[in-house]
């Protein structure tokens, strides 16, 4: 396996991942009541491909992706919010190595180490990156942009802990465990 940041595997789940993150964007999504603040399943998803491909690939498919969702879909992209993503991303594939599901392994360790990841990767993106960005890029009022990404961030929270462990656990168990190969008779 070619061990590059840049490998075909890595170049294909990127493409894919940035498709399937902008869908589940507009179509996973659940309205929150807060003007333009979502709860979204693309954040699980987000996860677990910063989880299988490392950072690099997380930070592309959180920038990519959300970058393609809102120029598809509303015509242009909010690069506070983009950008914040693409931290996300990053910052949750920084423990791809210590979270092994490729492994096989889905303990309580790797969850814990997970969603320690995740809830720091979330408020950095959306209780400072998104809203600090929205301030200075688009003259947004604070207290707006604020409440709009403690309201994202910690839907995102909840729905990466729920979804993004479920996924993750069944991810492994699909793999096999190191070592658990036996020589049957």
Not at 19 to 41: D, Y
Request: positive net charge; charged residues 10%.
């Amino acid at each position: 396996m070619n061990n590059s940041k840049f490998s075909i595997r890595t170049i294909v789940a990127i493409g894919i991942g940035s498709a399937v993150f902008m869908i589940l964007g507009r179509f996973g999504s659940i309205p929150s009541g807060i003007p333009n603040t979502n709860i979204e399943t693309s954040y699980a998803y987000l996860a677990l491909m910063s989880i299988l491909y490392g950072p690099l690939a997380g930070f592309l498919i959180g920038l990519i992706g959300h970058g393609l969702k809102d120029l598809v879909f509303y015509g242009m992209p909010w690069f506070s919010w983009v950008i914040s993503s693409s931290v996300m991303g990053l910052i949750i594939g920084l423990v791809c190595k210590k979270v092994k599901v490729n492994d096989g392994k889905f303990g309580k360790k790797q969850i814990i180490i997970f969603n320690l990841t995740q809830i720091i990767a979330n408020i950095i993106a959306w209780f400072v990156v998104a809203p600090t960005l929205d301030i200075f890029i688009y003259a947004e009022p604070a207290d707006k942009v604020f409440i709009q990404g403690a309201i994202g961030g910690t839907s995102n929270i909840i729905t990466v802990a729920i979804l993004g462990t479920l996924i993750l656990s069944t991810y492994s168990k699909t793999k096999i465990k190191t070592g658990s190969l036996r020589i049957e008779e």
